[in-house]
């Protein structure tokens, strides 16, 4: 654009718009302080489309947990960032006046590059729920890789976009089988502390919960697990507790108790673009290029990386290609996104040096869903808040954790749904297939066995108690269980294995990873916060003796 400089952070254009979202995220960023999240639009750095040529002392390729924990904490050393996302920014309503689509009613924003819906929870009552969409580079995606679905978010905020916000510190004495080289006092006195309050973690009020109409069904849940002997545990949160309260009173727009979850929540939760992302923004060093999707990184010949990265527009065909070089690369695009790209750069010679653990260690954190049909006697309610606030830990005796996770259909259905977390043993690897020119993962649907039993150590027992049967018709016809998806990748690029301690890639000194991939398989919970702490972890590190 005339008159403009490219920036340090490789971004033009520092227009109007630029400084007002720059204004506004320093406003997000105090917000952050009070119990002022709710109701307001993205107050992440405004996009700023990288420049082909541009020299970017950070590059950091993604923009979900790990990413935006590296953008920050660089950001506040005083280095200039520019974050690459193939996603798209979400700052954008639609014609429906908001950003987000409902998960009760898919549309053009709700699914990545497909043309029918891929919805985890596909068919109720018989009847399949998917539908065809059109082709969009829309909030979600259902990867399918060999025998398994990999479900990720896409934009600006990664996964955060799309999860459930579940907020949970692993046990202290899991951690040693989570991340065996990392110290687990440093871990849970320092770096599990700062992720929870950067993210803004926070649990539901107990005695709201006990009179809420949208969390019967979670009632439902703790009486069944405690009736069978079984530990129920409040599950803490992003979402903004007090806001689901005015929205449960009917004084402010309803998101959670709206059904909003898997496309996004128009209000209420805290996605990193409201924290993290909001934080960096208020530095003003930080730049984001979506709908820009890395391709490549090699040593330059002058010293640094050269990055190649293909510019996409909403169908997801390439409108440029650029290439930029960075003196750091941080491999952020979460564990499939990292494992993908290093595998391919490693076998096709841009990055030859990178070790034999490339691609290995990646599990499903041992995701496994199911439901249960309750007698007419014990409804579960009509009015389901979409954000899960309770779990049964069996993880202990039977290597299952397993959350009370709503249906939000606006009907009462008299079932129970669970999301697990077990304790599989089963690691896949992804390695690079010269012929198709893609990474393989040759993950097996088999292995999902050894979570359902693991998984059956809760509700089979609670089943016995209750007199009740497993819903059947979740997941296809006569399908009990869920076996055929995660929501939690993780692994392929394994801390102390493929990299040194922190992160730093083995065989080339300025580049690292900083995701879920260096997390071998399970976190015994849900991962983000182990994710976010462990980035937090590393980069200070980084920071202290890398730069
Ligand atoms: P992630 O957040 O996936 O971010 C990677 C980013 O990189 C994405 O924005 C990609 O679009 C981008 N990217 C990938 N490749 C490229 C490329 N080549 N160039 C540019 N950009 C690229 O990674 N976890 C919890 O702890 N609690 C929950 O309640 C929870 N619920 C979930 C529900 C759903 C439906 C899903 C899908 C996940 C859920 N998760 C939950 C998992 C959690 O979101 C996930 O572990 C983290 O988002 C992973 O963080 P990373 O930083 O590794």
Redesign the pocket.
């Known amino acids: 654009m005339s008159g403009s400089t490219t920036r340090a952070n490789g971004s033009k254009n520092v227009s109007r718009r630029t400084f007002i979202a720059g204004t506004s995220s320093i406003l997000g960023a105090v917000a952050l302080s009070g119990r002022a999240f709710a109701a307001e639009a993205s107050v992440t750095p405004a996009a700023a489309p990288i420049d082909s040529g541009a020299h970017v002392p950070a590059l950091v390729?993604?923009?979900?947990?790990?990413?935006?924990v590296a953008a920050l904490r660089l950001a506040q050393a005083g280095v200039d960032v520019h974050m690459?996302?193939?996603?798209m920014a979400w700052d954008t309503p639609g014609s429906d006046g908001k950003i987000f689509a409902n998960t009760t009613s898919p549309d053009v924003r709700s699914y990545w590059l497909r043309t029918r819906t891929k919805q985890?929870i596909s068919n109720f009552l018989g009847y399949p729920l998917d539908k065809d969409v059109p082709r969009h580079t829309g909030i979600?995606?259902a990867e399918e890789m060999g025998q398994i679905i990999v479900?990720?978010?896409?934009?600006?905020?990664?996964?955060?976009?799309?999860?459930?916000?579940?907020?949970?510190t692993p046990r202290r004495e899991n951690f040693g089988a989570i991340l065996p080289s990392v110290d687990a006092a440093e871990m849970y006195g320092t770096y599990y502390p700062r992720a929870n309050a950067t993210l803004g973690v926070g649990t539901v009020d107990p005695a709201w919960f006990e009179s809420a109409d949208c969390y019967q069904f979670a009632r439902v849940g703790r009486k069944h697990a405690e009736r069978s002997g079984f530990p129920f545990v409040f599950v803490p949160?992003v979402y903004d507790w007090d806001y689901m309260e005015k929205e449960a009173a009917g004084t402010v727009p309803r998101s959670a108790l709206a059904g909003e979850?898997?496309y996004g929540n128009n209000y209420g939760k805290k996605s990193?673009q409201k924290t993290y992302l909001a934080q960096a923004g208020a530095t003003g060093k930080v730049a984001i290029s979506p709908l820009?999707?890395?391709?490549s990184v090699a040593p330059a010949a002058g010293g640094g990386y050269t990055v190649v990265?293909d510019q996409i527009d909403t169908t997801g065909t390439t409108t440029a290609t650029k290439t930029v070089t960075a003196d750091k690369v941080f491999f952020?695009?979460?564990?499939?996104?990292?494992s993908?790209?290093l595998v391919q750069l490693k076998a096709t010679g841009a990055l030859p040096a990178l070790n034999a653990e490339i691609g290995k260690g990646w599990g499903d954190n041992g995701n496994v869903m199911c439901g249960r049909a309750n007698h007419m006697w014990d409804p579960t309610g009509k009015l389901q808040a979409s954000i899960?606030c309770g779990g049964i830990d069996n993880w202990t005796a039977g290597g299952a954790f397993a959350?009370v996770a709503p249906l939000p259909t606006g009907i009462e259905t008299y079932a129970s749904f669970y999301l697990s977390i077990t304790n599989t043993p089963h690691r896949a690897e992804f390695t690079w297939n010269p012929q198709t020119g893609r990474a393989d993962l040759n993950w097996q649907t088999a292995w999902k066995q050894t979570s359902v039993d693991m998984a059956r150590t809760i509700f089979d027992k609670i089943n016995a108690k209750e007199g009740t049967i497993y819903r059947t018709d979740l997941f296809g016809a006569y399908k009990i269980w869920g076996d055929h998806l995660t929501?939690?990748?993780?692994g392929g690029a394994v801390l102390d294995k493929a990299t040194d301690n922190y992160g730093r890639l083995h065989g080339y000194a300025g580049l690292y990873v900083?995701?879920?991939?260096l997390i071998p398989g399970n976190t015994s919970?849900?991962?983000?916060?182990?994710?976010?702490a462990l980035?937090e972890r590393n980069i200070e590190k980084i920071i202290a003796t890398d730069l």
């Open positions: 390729v993604g923009t979900g947990y790990g990413g935006s690459i996302e193939m996603g985890p979600l995606d479900y990720q978010g896409r934009g600006v905020g990664g996964g955060s976009l799309v999860n459930g916000g579940m907020a949970v949160d979850i898997l990193l820009h999707k890395v391709t990265i952020a695009a979460g564990s499939v996104g990292t993908k790209l899960p959350e929501y939690h990748p993780l900083i995701d879920g991939s919970v849900n991962p983000f916060v182990t994710i976010t980035a």
